[in-house]
Each structure stands twice: as structure tokens, then as C-alpha cells.
């Protein structure tokens, strides 16, 4: 297995910290939620919860070098990019950073470098 690269250290950490404000939210908006309507609450907040936690998993798996995290992260990544575009269409602009970061990363994932560290 070839050291890890540093892109994938930072990628790993952001994933991290993005997993732990999605619970966060998730938690916070789903109780909220229930206070109001309770099968919105669980359901919404389960949701975010549930996505809290695949994006923890992606954050320790580019520590670990787990081979279907680059699969998943090809995935997520190549779906918030398709989202980030359609976005740009009803935001006008909004969204413009999100799709640039989420291209750099999908670009970025397909690097000899970064696949050789996840054995793909």
C-alpha cells in the first residue's frame, strides 16, 4: 500500500467534520421537527443523521485506505457535482464554490497517487 497523500488526509478531515455538523443537524432539526410533527421530525432528521454518518465513515476510511471508500466518495462526489449543476440553475450562482470544490475532489480521486492508496 503507497503512503497516504496529503490531499486525501484533508479530504478525510473535511469529510470528518462534515459528518459530525450533518449529526448535529440532523439531531437538532429532527428533534425540533418532533415537537412540531413527529413522523416529519424522525424522518427528516433520521435522514441527516443516516447521511451524518456515511460521511464519517468516507472521513476514517481516507485515514484507513478502505477500497469502497473511494468507490462511495466517487459516488457522493459525482452526485453533489450533478446536484451542484442543477442547483446553478435555480440559484443563479449560488452554488458556484460548492461545484468547483466538489470537481477539484472528483478530479482529484481519480489521481494514480490517490487511487493507489485505496488499491484501486
Not at 21 to 42: C, F, N, P, Q, S
Not at 47 to 66: D, E, H, K, P, R
Not at 108 to 120: C, E, H, I, R, S
Request: net charge neutral; with cysteine; glycine share 18%.
Amino acid at each position: 500500500m503507497a503512503d497516504r497523500p496529503l490531499g486525501v488526509t484533508i479530504i478525510g478531515i473535511l469529510w470528518i467534520l462534515l459528518g459530525l455538523l450533518l449529526l448535529l443537524a440532523g439531531l437538532g432539526l429532527g428533534t425540533l421537527l418532533a415537537i412540531l410533527t413527529a413522523g416529519l421530525g424522525v424522518m427528516v432528521g433520521g435522514s441527516i443523521v443516516l447521511l451524518g454518518l456515511i460521511t464519517l465513515a468516507l472521513g476514517v476510511g481516507c485515514f484507513q485506505g478502505w477500497s469502497w471508500i473511494w468507490i462511495v466518495g466517487v459516488i457522493i462526489t459525482g452526485l453533489h457535482l450533478v446536484l451542484g449543476l442543477i442547483g446553478l440553475l435555480f440559484t443563479g450562482g449560488a452554488s458556484i464554490v460548492s461545484l468547483i470544490i466538489s470537481a477539484i475532489i472528483l478530479y482529484y480521486l481519480f489521481q494514480p497517487n490517490v487511487k493507489a492508496w485505496f488499491g484501486q
